[in-house]
């Protein structure tokens, strides 16, 4: 393993000033469930420092309010996140992804920040919170924030559009509209341990008789370079009656959307179908949820 | 019988310790973290070794640059096959020579002049600690010149395949155990062998059904917890100690003298506790390398696997291509069966076709029989044995075409068998003639079980059986027992203890001596401190080390008997040894219980010790059973498995729970091996998928509960009547679950790994097909 140093960082400023001065050198740590099994593997063999970001408090808050709605710190855990009540009640399309990250184990570790921040596409954190609206806060130097659709955040495989400088503070997810829901599925051979072949987070508002769309966000893992917002497949849903023909023709905008690879977890055939499917029931879970049963 | 879920006994038996369930007598220290691996171990002066290993599948090494690492600050010592003896002008390995083996052992943990799989070694370095052996090793400048990589056995087989190994000729035999005849065939098939009997032309004649179809394996691994890990120093007095992860130590020493080329009685060997090995932990791979760094560098050396080295690089269980013909009379009478079987050897000969031909159509009676192997060497690493080595690949055809057979017939698959099943006085493939053995207890069993008669009702679901069947060989053991002055006894062998086998084979020797097993310490030792002793593997311990550990006991039972006669001033003829205690015949008055005899040794003439080996006849055949039932999703391919039950003729299940939980631990590998477990090759060959993320070995969350049911029909080679019950298990599941989602969704799958994406096409093609039909 190569020698870094270790820096833990106890406030943003502190962080942000890191980064500014390493660059490319500099590499966030929360939970270290990614990066340091890069840095073991010799993966990130530009990195000299490591800084620790559990230590600043704001990336620890997990909160709710109605007018803001869900802050989830970028360092805070899995495990802090699926056992929250307020989560649990109001937001189980994020519990669906973040109980199914690694094992158990690893849930104590790992945060949505670093799942989000590592940008890998298949990444089970990021579909329900891209599909739930989720919106970044992020600091930079000189004491700068700004904000940026989440789904913004993603370059490529492995890349952020974060700056020189800058870091993830938290995510902000606006407070569920009434009669909506969400689910995230994704497909892998074993039930734990294992990462999507394919995965898909879906977001569904109906209208207050539950039997038409108003509005929809389907998003999709492991198809991707990016995790891959399927602005189709909510047109298709949006206005249009709850039913198996208009859920069908939303999987099929998901479908004709993906862009996956054949590699050792399955093939560009095999991840379109899978696509379909899970579109399909992603949707079903997510009105189910709406509707309240 | 004994199932899991009911936790009942075995029948009171003549036995007072074999068949209960004592406590382990090494569960405390490894429950505690007392218990030392080769990981543990430590020593003044420690160097930590790292091996360079080759990125390239096939090339020729042109050049090795090792200065710029000798140079960095904290490496110590620097080795490649130049420092070892065994082919310093780097010559091509002539098969057909004696010492060819040697050659193999040494080319394969420290490549000459050509690199033949991912991963091969070709250089080592000695560091102050593993992070400076690291960076070295990037100092170490290779020049390959990569060569064309042959990596399916049906393109090494093909006649103008260029030669992996130029000197490599064809041998054909028709014996499971001798190298057979040289054909003198340069190719890259190292043995053919070919099992024969009766006429196949009338056989298939004869029958009204033919089912016949080909089969691919992937490579799996055994995927043993812990990686390779040894320490060697080698002293300046030229003597060599060793500290390692084996289930071979014997074997290890006699390796690491052979590639060192020193004495074998120069080296000694010290097993450290193992984390799993399957089969798979008997090469020294690491040892002489660990051994030469320390040579060089003057001070101890420990080398530690990573997990991508274990991948790559040690001895994984070959991937097949099998083809199987099997016809059957209207009334469910086979009439005869063909099957032709090619094993991925990695890159030396040496794969286990004898054990997949023999284990073939031992469960069935066929007069008219043929059954052809080929042992093929491919650019992939070189196979080890992998619990009933060859064995779960051939048992997937035969069983899956079995199943079809019974299937087009109209006739119940379990019927089919039973019909079918052979018996003491039968033959098996290989010709020998089957002693008694329980196949039809087992089959019956099945047949009357609760889960066989519970009907399995719902859409996508379905029931798979199968059957397995392994010869037992055997071995060599050595045991030795010193009678205590409290009455207890030390029971010292030279077996590696992998599956609870210092327990099992510690009651074996209380059973004999009318003790407890907790008075029995069992204690595995180096090999400089008990005889020699063969490996831990081929189902061989609690039955070889066992007999030793009888034979052993049964002469400190003389010794006894002759010295309670001394103290009672009678023959030993005249004294009589029961349930513990020896009795005067002359004068049942004068009684000595085992402890209080025990007391009295050092002043009537010194210590009782013995020593004895097991004189072993071959462990002899053994079946296993499975029926499971799943459920399909359609839409994805993933199997679910609802239900499990394993069954297997135990012989005498000396420790009831440690064979349950053999058992259940093949069946387990068994399914893993069906469903998810491949190497899945890069473009260039390698291995893409060598972590535990990516390799898809089951998790508990994947597994249901694998209930088990023990039959006992006694082996007569042994005096308890016990089999040799570890590898067994692991061959029936690939193809029950086969057979099972054959009947879930009508699609037969003749691939493994079953992986979701496999059975999705699999069932989409099966619908397309019979669309086209109708």
């Not at chain 2, 057979?180 to 298939?204: C, P, Y």
């Not at chain 2, 007095?237 to 084996?246: C, E, F, H, M, Q």
């Not at chain 2, 072993?616 to 391919?637: H, L, Y």
Request: with cysteine; aromatic share 6%; charged share 20%.
């Amino acid at each position: 393993m190569q020698a870094f140093e270790y820096v833990s960082a106890k406030s943003v400023g502190e962080a942000v000033g890191v980064l500014s001065q390493h660059g490319e050198g500099a590499r966030l740590m929360a939970g270290g469930t990614d990066v340091l099994v890069q840095l073991r593997a010799g993966r990130r063999p530009q990195v000299k420092v490591l800084v620790d970001v559990k230590g600043i408090g704001e990336l620890n808050e997990l909160s709710y309010n109605d007018r803001q709605g869900l802050i989830i710190g970028a360092a805070v855990p899995c495990y802090r996140i699926y056992e929250d009540p307020t989560v649990i009640k109001r937001y189980p399309g994020i519990v669906d992804s973040a109980s199914i990250i690694g094992s158990v184990q690893i849930q104590g570790r790992a945060s949505l920040g670093g799942n989000i921040c590592n940008a890998t596409p298949s990444a089970d954190g990021i579909p329900p919170l891209i599909a739930l609206g989720a919106v970044c806060i992020i600091a930079g130097p000189n004491n700068s924030r700004r904000e940026l659709p989440l789904e913004q955040l993603f370059a490529g495989p492995g890349r952020t559009t974060l700056q020189n400088g800058e870091m993830l503070i938290s995510v902000r997810v606006p407070p569920p509209p009434a009669n909506s829901g969400a689910q995230y599925l994704r497909f892998t051979p074993r039930n734990e341990m294992d990462i999507a072949v394919a995965g898909v987070g879906a977001a569904i508002t109906l209208n207050a008789a539950k039997n038409t769309f108003v509005s929809g966000r389907v998003v999709l893992a492991a198809v991707a370079p990016i995790p891959l917002l399927v602005p189709a497949a909510g047109q298709a849903l949006a206005g249009k009656p709850v039913n198996d023909e208009t859920i069908g023709k939303a999987a099929e905008a998901a479908v004709a959307a993906a862009v996956p690879i054949t590699d050792m977890r399955g093939t560009i055939e095999y991840r379109k179908h899978l696509v379909g499917v899970l579109t399909r029931r992603a949707l079903q879970g997510a009105i189910q949820r709406a509707k309240g049963v | 019988m004994t199932t899991t879920s009911g936790r009942t006994n075995t029948p009171a038996t003549q036995y007072k310790v074999v068949g209960t369930r004592p406590i382990r007598h090494d569960g405390a220290d490894k429950v505690t973290g007392r218990a030392r691996y080769g990981l543990d171990f430590n020593v003044v002066g420690l160097l930590h070794g790292k091996i360079l290993r080759s990125p390239h599948v096939h090339a020729r090494i042109k050049s090795i640059d090792t200065s710029a690492a000798e140079k960095l600050p904290g490496v110590k010592a620097v080795v490649t096959a130049r420092d070892f003896p065994a082919n310093p002008k780097g010559q091509p390995i002539d098969f057909a020579e004696a010492g060819a083996d040697v050659r193999v052992l040494a080319e394969n943990i420290m490549a000459g002049r050509v690199v033949l799989y991912q991963g091969h070694a070709v250089a080592a370095v000695a560091a102050t600690n593993e992070h400076i052996a690291e960076e070295a090793l990037g100092l170490i400048k290779v020049e390959y010149e990569v060569l064309p990589a042959l990596l399916d056995v049906r393109e090494s087989m093909k006649p103008d395949a260029p030669l992996i190994h130029e000197k490599l000729t064809t041998f054909f035999t028709k014996d499971r155990q001798g190298r057979g005849e040289n054909t003198g065939v340069k190719s890259n098939i190292a043995t053919h062998l070919q099992f024969k009997r009766g006429d196949l032309a009338t056989g298939f004649k004869e029958a009204h059904v033919v089912v016949e179809r080909e089969f691919t394996t992937s490579m799996v691994h055994q995927g043993y917890i812990e990686p390779y890990v040894s320490t060697g120093q080698w002293g300046k007095d030229g003597r060599i100690t060793v500290w390692t992860s084996t289930q071979n130590p014997f074997g290890i020493r006699a390796s690491t003298a052979a590639i060192l080329g020193v004495p074998e009685s120069t080296v000694k060997v010290v097993s450290m506790e193992i984390g799993g090995g399957f089969g798979g932990k008997q090469p020294a791979y690491l040892d002489p390398v660990a051994a030469m760094l320390s040579k060089k560098s003057g001070r101890p050396v420990k080398i530690v696997m990573t997990r991508k080295e274990v991948f790559d690089s040690t001895g994984p269980a070959s991937g097949s291509y099998l083809r199987c013909k099997i016809g059957a009379t209207k009334d469910g009478r086979i009439t005869a069966a063909e099957l032709y079987l090619a094993y991925e050897a990695g890159a030396f000969p040496g794969s286990p076709i004898a054990g997949g031909a023999m284990s073939s159509f031992g469960p069935y009676k066929v007069e008219n029989m043929m059954v052809e192997g080929y042992d093929v060497v491919v650019n992939k690493p070189k196979v080890q044995a992998y619990r009933a080595p060859g064995q779960p690949q051939t048992n997937f055809a035969v069983e899956s075409v079995v199943d079809e057979l019974a299937q087009k017939l109209g006739i119940d698959p379990l019927e089919f068998r039973i019909k079918n099943a052979t018996d003491e006085g039968d033959l098996m493939p290989s010709g020998m003639v089957f002693p008694p053995m329980g196949l039809k207890q087992l089959e019956e069993a099945m047949k009357n079980h609760d889960h066989y008669k519970t009907p399995l009702t719902g859409p996508n679901r379905g029931r798979g059986i199968a059957v397995g069947y392994r010869f037992n060989g055997g071995g060599v053991s050595s045991a030795t027992i010193n009678v205590n002055d409290d009455g207890t006894v030390a029971l010292v062998t030279g077996s590696v203890d992998i599956g609870g086998t210092r327990t099992s084979v510690a009651m074996q020797a209380a059973e004999v001596l009318g003790l407890r097993a907790e008075d029995v310490t069992p204690t595995v030792v180096d090999t400089d401190s008990i005889g020699w002793t063969g490996t831990t593997a081929g189902s061989r311990v609690t039955f070889d080390t066992g007999l030793a550990a009888i034979t052993t006991a049964e002469e400190v039972k003389r010794l006894m008997i002759a010295r309670a006669a001394k103290i009672w001033e009678v023959p030993p003829a005249e004294v009589a040894f029961k349930d513990g205690v020896f009795t005067s015949l002359k004068n049942p008055n004068d009684k000595l219980t085992f402890k209080q005899l025990a007391a009295r040794l050092r002043a009537t003439g010194g210590p009782v010790t013995a020593s004895a080996i097991n004189g072993s006849t071959g462990v002899g055949p053994i079946f296993a059973g499975n029926i499971i039932d799943v459920e399909v999703d359609p839409e994805t391919g993933k199997v679910q498995i609802l239900r499990c039950t394993a069954f297997m003729d135990a012989g005498k299940a000396v420790h009831p729970s440690y064979v349950e939980g053999q058992l259940q631990g093949g069946t387990a590998q068994g399914i893993g091996w069906a469903l998810n477990e491949e190497y899945f090759l890069t473009k260039e060959g390698g291995m893409a998928n060598s972590t535990f993320l990516d390799y898809r070995m089951p998790t508990a969350l994947d597994l249901p509960l694998i209930d088990t049911v023990l039959i006992e029909v006694p082996n007569p080679r042994h005096p308890f009547g016990l089999r040799g019950v570890g590898e067994v298990p692991i061959v029936p599941p690939p193809a029950a679950l086969a057979n099972a989602i054959a009947r879930a969704t009508g699609a037969r799958l003749t691939k493994l790994p079953m992986k979701p994406g496999t059975i999705w096409e699999a069932v989409e093609a099966h619908k397309a097909a019979t669309k086209t039909k109708k």
